[in-house]
């Protein structure tokens, strides 16, 4: 089974309203889960939470893929 994702830090930001809408602030997410090079599990969609790194948006695009791979 392979894991890929990525994930992209406030990809929707838009600074012009962000004081408005707090939802602009947060980072899409999309992983692929592959068992024997085919692709069982794809997703891509916005995170729950906000993240304040790089890094961070990263472990969290890491963990929502895992999610469904693990029974």
């Known amino acids: ?3 890929w994702y990525n ?5 929707n930001l838009k600074i012009e309203t962000a ?3 707090r939802t602009t602030a947060k980072s899409r997410t999309w992983y ?3 068992y ?3 692709p069982v599990i794809w997703a891509s969609k916005m995170q729950k939470e906000m993240a304040l790194s790089t ?3 990263e472990l969290i695009a890491m963990s929502e893929g895992l999610r469904p791979a693990i029974p």
């Open 1 to 3: 089974m392979e894991l």
């Open 7 to 11: 994930a992209d830090l406030c990809g």
């Open 19 to 21: 004081h408005e809408d």
């Open 32 to 34: 692929t889960v592959k």
């Open 36 to 38: 024997v090079r085919c």
């Open 55 to 57: 890094t961070e948006v």
